[in-house]
């Protein structure tokens, strides 16, 4: 496997994320101990955080077994006191992470975007957007992120 060679779709884990509930086995507020014990079958990483505006105090890369070092399908982010608060599929080597069947990781950005606006526009919300062509957090508590896929609670 290269670098930039991409998953394919039938290789992948299938992950459902619930809005402020949380993604596949990972719920938002539960403990690094917690989110390790709920993928136990993969390899966890501690790294030391940056801070970015979806970094909590703690960071953790997930991986599984035979997965290159060099790649990380799942990063978390915890928060000493608020627990799990993101969780990031890569877009190369990620679950597929989806809401409401829509198939949010590895898509095109403008044919993610279109269908993720007519969902929001279905359940009475506004989609808007951060100066950068994030999506602004929803009421719901989602933002979303071109270059990989950010949930956060």
């Excluded at 917690?34 to 105090?57: C, F, K, M, N």
Aim: proline share 8%.
């Amino acid at each position: 496997m290269t670098p930039w060679e991409v998953l394919a779709e039938s290789d992948r884990h299938q992950w459902v994320y619930q809005p402020l509930v949380g993604v596949g086995p990972l719920r938002f507020g539960m403990s690094f101990e917690q989110a390790a014990a709920a993928l136990d079958e993969w390899t966890v990483t501690l790294i030391p955080a940056h801070r970015s505006a979806y970094e909590g105090d703690q960071r953790a890369g997930f991986r599984t077994a035979g997965t290159p070092s060099y790649r990380r399908p799942v990063t978390a982010y915890f928060g000493d006191s608020e627990g799990l608060v993101c969780v990031v599929a890569d877009a190369l080597c990620g679950p597929q992470v989806s809401l409401d069947s829509i198939p949010l990781v590895g898509r095109v950005p403008s044919q993610l975007d279109a269908e993720l606006r007519e969902l929001m526009l279905t359940r009475g919300m506004s989609p808007q957007y951060f100066p950068k062509a994030t999506s602004e957090p929803t009421s719901e508590g989602s933002s979303f992120e071109c270059n990989g896929l950010a949930t956060s609670s």
